[in-house]
Nanobody
């Protein structure tokens, strides 16, 4: 059974940092991608970042470039999203998801992701 467990959210002041983790299990494909997405209240879910397992290619949504960094620890089957210089507009529920065929990264197309974690809330106060 494919499982994705997102964690690390919390409340932080503007300018602060958080690191999200996504622990993945239940699949053994060699060419997959993990993506981070977020959904703010009243808004559609949007892609934030992605990383390909096979070649380490990464992708970022424009508003987070230079502030967020995605990385992976393949031995732990865990993907991290380091978020620095957080802004109130980064407030959202953050989800991780897996694209089992590695189709999309560096593009971040949520419709190409097959399984989703439960989300972790990030709140950035001004």
């Amino acid at each position: 059974e494919v499982q994705l467990q997102a964690s690390g959210g919390g409340l932080v002041q503007a300018g602060g940092s958080l690191r999200l983790s996504c622990a993945a299990s239940g699949f053994t494909f060699d060419d997959y991608a993990i993506g981070w997405f977020r959904q703010a209240p009243g808004k559609e879910r949007e892609g934030v970042s992605c990383i390909s397992y096979n070649d380490g290619v990464t992708g970022y949504e424009d508003s987070v470039k230079g502030r967020f960094t995605i990385s992976s620890d393949n031995a732990k089957n865990t993907v991290y999203l380091q978020m620095n210089t957080l802004k109130p507009e980064d407030t959202a529920v953050y989800y991780c998801a897996v694209d089992l065929l590695g189709r999309s990264c560096p593009n971040i197309n949520l419709y190409e992701y097959d399984y989703w974690g439960q989300g972790t809330l990030v709140t950035v106060s001004s």
